[in-house]
């Protein structure tokens, strides 16, 4: 089981850059696939980006360009890099794992991860 903690929210201007984090408890490359998740007042949660066991990364098409994905594995730590935020990136961002990871790209369609942290607010002011 590995617990997630995520950080790095905040309040930031449209066309900012804002990084969030989510600290692992459990040594996660290799053994778990991870990825961020985020949902809007009145929104469905939807995926954003997933990393596999092997550090290959899967994009909802909406988040490419602006949005990457990243780990350090020394510091079991998972990394969400915003740029050029829009205020309609405003959300709660949520971080999740599992090590479950034969359809990564399905898992990020479908929020089908077994781990979750309880996330970190993003707002995003125009």
């Known amino acids: 089981q590995v617990q997630l903690v995520e950080s790095g929210g905040g309040s930031v201007q449209a066309g900012g850059s804002l990084r969030l984090s989510c600290a692992a408890s459990?040594?996660?490359?290799?053994?778990?696939?991870m990825g961020w998740f985020r949902q809007a007042p009145g929104k469905e949660r939807e995926g954003v980006a997933v990393?596999?066991?092997?550090?290959?990364?899967i994009y909802t098409t909406s988040f490419m360009g602006r949005f990457t994905i990243s780990q350090d594995n020394a510091k079991n730590t998972l990394y969400l890099q915003m740029n050029t935020v829009k205020p309609e990136d405003s959300a709660m961002y949520y971080c999740?794992?599992?090590?479950?990871?034969?359809?990564?790209?399905?898992?990020?369609?479908?929020?089908?991860?077994?781990?979750w942290g309880q996330g970190t607010q993003v707002i995003v002011s125009s």
């Open positions: 999740a794992a599992d090590h479950e990871c034969s359809r990564v790209g399905w898992k990020l369609a479908h929020d089908d991860f077994g781990y």
């Open positions: 459990a040594y996660t490359y290799g053994s778990y696939c």
């Open positions: 990393i596999d066991r092997d550090g290959s990364t």
